[in-house]
């Protein structure tokens, strides 16, 4: 089927279908604040695909393991309504793998003063990042990872007296004080590209997500794909991971 | 649904408490084809709820024990995201939203004519994305509006609305609090050019005059509601014409 | 297959099968008290249909929406024991509506005063109803609203010293102060019916399930079945349940 | 099954807590047809512990990769409703009631002749509804009725009773109490007519000399069962020829 | 397909296919304390079949109806690893009935001083027993409860200040002192016989598992196996089960 | 993963805190045909790490609807026993395990030829019975040598191996302590004899500089790690064909 796929003659000869170059994302568009139930929000449209990210918090009892730190969890819905390839039911491990490396790009990169959402020693804020995907047109990861950095930097703390929320009012920023931004690099025989289509991804030989802080520093990796990668070529993915990164937080954040 | 007790003045000189009239709908907005991967899709806005619908079929039903051998089959769900709420909503089915995706597969069901797709199925999910009440109305004129864009053969368009009480006055549309301290909420969806209803529920108390003054209510604003759905879909019509030219 | 069922060419000739009138219920048998082990309950018997409904109550904490009042929770087992349609698992979208149908009748009619649930500001009364079908012979929603108003009507609070529950022992009566009744009134060609059975319930045009009060305030409403109704015709469903319901409620009442 | 610590005294003056001597079963009511819809069924009651059982086939059995080419199967559902019980039991299967399911299908297996229902299954469900003690001998008592009501081929009828030890004393038909805070109980399933158990569990701490006593009340009490499961039966055997003359 | 099995045609004649007596045992290999995450672990070989038992220990709040006791909770998982026949999932029938039958040998014997793990009114000690099987070469019921059984004995109370748990650290053995044996006896035929492999558990009449306390107790039984037992056999196989439950005794604590 | 802060000292003198040295790899055991009932099994050891693996198949696979007509699939679990974890893990698939479950089967797939086995699955369970970090890199070299023992066409076998940084150290094979609170931990792993990386994830913070340093690192160790692996292949081979002979 690979073979006669008109995206994969086409990538063979160093063009897309959408005449991108290789290095090139398609149009990215990013509103914020346009949920009014959440904290904090954001749509992100990347040609075809379209997400919502929304945060949610509330009060609860941090981790024995950081008693004076808040909570994060990242979920990831993949509803049927997005594709004809997903389904109702559980989170898939897709689902699960996208919510992971969202998380793990925030978590690592210390992207929230953790330590800010200590409210006393019993209880800790809880940030809720939920990941809706409207349609899935390929490069859902970096979408997602856009989507959930850009509502987080959107969110407000809700007000709290100690005993409950005030729903609507808030107290705060949400403490968000770094700009990870995920790249994933895909290859096809010898070409390497970026932000592929549904049809590229389903051709790609590997793929590689790379979370870059706006100080360069890596906050986290994740290898997807069946296929294996050269070790030399690794470079060649961290480059334009890189490179990419830097533009994509420009036009976010600038 | 609602019924709770509350400091919350529902209704002050008249004005409700987004400042509306009683039988005013709020700003209603509708927009068709905004999931690509879908066969059809729409957007609708009741004020600040927001719901999207997405029809994908009729396609095969698996398994085969499901098939029905003379007619394809119509599945629906709705769902709401975590986020669309003020107090987050755990991810996965509750037994609201099982009712619900109940309660509008039989309101939508009287619309499509799936005699001709035997063994097959049409699937239409339903999405809230921002709920500020009547979210399951708003649902529906969606995926109303998403059957018919996506092409399947349809008796009419179903169009739906709430309606309720709120400290003895009648209202139409009503909004998250509304729903929530209101008296009584009700749920009507309609085949407006049919005169037919395909989704009543009521929760709430209300005598024999109000039901029928609230039912009469409502059948007013789907007729009014059906029509910004027909032009919704005309527009889409017209830009598919010039596509096509 | 609809055409060609023995009930469907009876109805369209104004008989039923057994021999009722439209207007007619099957013989209704109720029985109270019948479960020891809780704290409430209630047997109906409706033509073939038998359902058992049990009220148990326990000390819980109030939600946080309805802070001085008790918390009620209807449940429906749709038992594989009951119909060869039934199946054993999670409860399946005809159980999970049956319950909530009730639950409104129930809630809405104002049946149990709840506010006389609260026992301090931390804890309240929480009063569960499980409908139990026995057997599914038709109109389970009718059959399970009579079971579960007459468990409540037959249910006391046990005794409660603020710290433990004495289970046998009790303390008051629950206070249920309100007779609602719901009956489905159902639709085949133009003929109006009440009660189906099991047959008569797979060849309905279309089917609404309304609950009165005894003052005639209507508590509840839920339309079932795929078959729309026409605008005019609802005055009639109303009629007939209205009527209906005043004759069951002095059956079960008086 | 219990075995926990109490100030209840079981035994008073040689008499249990519902006033029986040790050797005495509860008042037994048993019958069968209870449930219309079945292919056969029953309701049987020891003192206050109430259970149903119906049986459904022999059916088609779905998916297909589950049936026996060469036999039908036997299967076994045990349920407790919530209120049958003082503490109310949270609806849907525990393990407890998975362990029983198994249990009670293997009690049922050596009395029932399924070679002649290739790809077919015979399902059985037992329903407690309220519950003493000594629940799943009486839902046993029960399936086995309705097994043979619904004319499964038999090799003959599956009586249960249960037995235990309170304060040193050997017990048959534990109520709830004596389940609870007893120091031994046990539950045996036979088919009298052959001399064989089907059914032998039990928990608590018996010498072996106990065990063989408790193992030799158990079976006269089945006996004794089995006769009015069997006056049951032929009552059925009756009415249907009553009817069909 | 019975008919045709080598292993029952040997049975017949009297002989096994690895040439072991009726009444003997696999070759048994014990090790206690071989996973140094749990408070107490133990691994059984018997034969193929390989098993591996750990305790652990948490703080929790007692059960209502024993409030000065502490929990026990055991657990078997039938991985998928182990066999064939074992599936993903929730634990299967057999897996449920694995770990009832051996929690109420240890629990019935009282093995476990249960009183002398409640540490305050509120607060008591749950010892988690879970079996792993890592190999199912028949009779996992026996080796279950020996490696159960071992690793109760092998377990340590970890170091609790009453407020929290200092793992790796210990301040007791737990008060575990019975040492229940639990023999399992199959019968084909007119043949009894013990400690089935794979092959032969598949062929037999009926099983019957027996556990015995060190002072002759019978502290639990269970029938398996679809096959009944004539009633003058019981008492065969309660005298095969109590001679094995004191060899393997020995063997174990010898 | 890791990454919390903690007063343990990571690094002292030099040494971690199991006495290696940064670029020290932790003894490393490993056996072939562990579990009987498999095709193939393996046990590796790093250090206080155990994992198990057993690949069963190649085997026809149900349902159907699942089987690809051209080739074999390869399906992986990852599962960690409750006892293997210093805090009990309540047993069932988290989202973590989810997530290994998928890169662990990425991770095994380039290795793997399966075109000759079309319709059917090779299956490959992985139990970590013993953790103390790295436990998916020794999960993953227990299953390669599983499934070269089960005689599964490969194109090589897959080595892996865990790499990170604590305390600006750049570190191999870290540790429970190193995994949970140093400042990065990676996991590699790589088909050797291709050169070929085919499972790469990290979380932490490095610069591009370290991030190619630990590559490097890794594949060192990788390369050592696959020539036990292969000892011990070659170890089995020989005790097979002296059992042969």
């Not at chain 2, 996965?92 to 797709?117: C, M, N, Q, W, Y």
Request: charged letters at 30%; hydrophobic letters at 40%; aromatic letters at 6%.
């Amino acid at each position: 089927m690979k073979e006669t796929s008109y995206a994969f003659d086409l990538l063979q000869k160093g063009k897309r279908a959408d005449d991108r170059e290789f290095e090139d994302f398609r149009k990215l568009e990013l509103q914020t604040g346009i949920i009014n139930t959440a904290e904090g929000s954001a749509r992100v449209k990347l040609g075809d695909t379209e997400i919502i990210a929304g945060v949610k918090m509330n009060v609860g009892t941090p981790f024995p393991d950081t008693p004076n730190e808040g909570i994060l969890i990242v979920n990831a819905e993949f509803t049927p309504l997005a594709s004809p390839d997903f389904e109702s039911g559980p989170p898939s491990e897709d689902a699960v793998e996208c919510a992971r490396v969202v998380d793990r790009g925030i978590r690592e990169s210390h992207c929230i003063e953790m330590e800010k959402l200590a409210i006393d020693p019993e209880k800790v804020w809880a940030v809720f990042v939920d990941i809706h995907i409207i349609n899935h047109g390929g490069n859902l990861i970096d979408a997602a990872a856009i989507a959930a950095v850009a509502a987080l930097h959107n969110a407000q703390i809700p007000k709290y007296d100690g005993e409950k929320i005030t729903r609507g009012e808030y107290q705060a920023k949400l403490p968000v004080v770094h700009k990870p931004v995920t790249v994933t690099v895909c290859k096809l025989g010898e070409k390497l590209f970026v932000d592929p289509t549904l049809e590229e991804e389903q051709i790609v030989d590997s793929k590689l997500s790379i979370a870059f802080r706006e100080d360069d520093y890596i906050c986290a990796l994740q290898k997807q794909s069946a296929g294996s990668i050269n070790f030399e070529e690794i470079k060649k993915f961290i480059e334009v991971a890189e490179k990419k990164s830097k533009d994509l937080r420009k036009k976010i954040w600038e | 649904m609602g019924g709770k007790k509350s400091d919350i003045e529902l209704l002050k000189g008249g004005k409700r408490t987004d400042k509306r009239k009683p039988e005013d709908l709020r700003e209603i907005k509708m927009e068709a084809n905004v999931v690509p991967n879908a066969d059809g899709s729409a957007r609708v806005q009741f004020g600040n709820t927001i719901a999207l619908a997405a029809v994908y079929g009729p396609r095969a039903l698996f398994p085969r024990f499901m098939q029905e051998a003379d007619t394809g089959i119509l599945r629906t769900r709705y769902n709401m995201a975590p986020f669309s709420v003020v107090d987050r909503k755990a991810p996965g089915t509750d037994r609201r939203s099982t009712e619900i995706s109940k309660v509008t597969r039989l309101a939508l069901s009287p619309s499509v004519l799936l005699d001709d797709f035997p063994k097959a199925t049409v699937d239409v999910y339903m999405e809230v994305i921002q709920a500020d009440g009547s979210t399951r109305v708003t649902a529906l004129n969606a995926a109303s509006i998403a059957l018919a864009s996506a092409g399947i053969p349809m008796r009419g368009l179903v169009a739906a609305c709430s309606c309720g009480k709120i400290e003895d006055t009648l209202i139409v549309d009503l909004n998250g609090l509304e729903d929530n301290f209101g008296n009584a909420d009700m749920a009507v969806a309609m085949l407006p050019d049919k005169d037919e209803i395909s989704l009543l529920q009521m929760d709430g108390l209300l005598t024999k005059e109000e039901f029928f003054k609230l039912l009469n209510m409502a059948k007013e604003k789907c007729l009014q509601i059906v029509e910004q759905q027909k032009s919704v879909l005309k527009k889409l019509y017209k830009v598919d014409k010039e596509m096509t030219e």
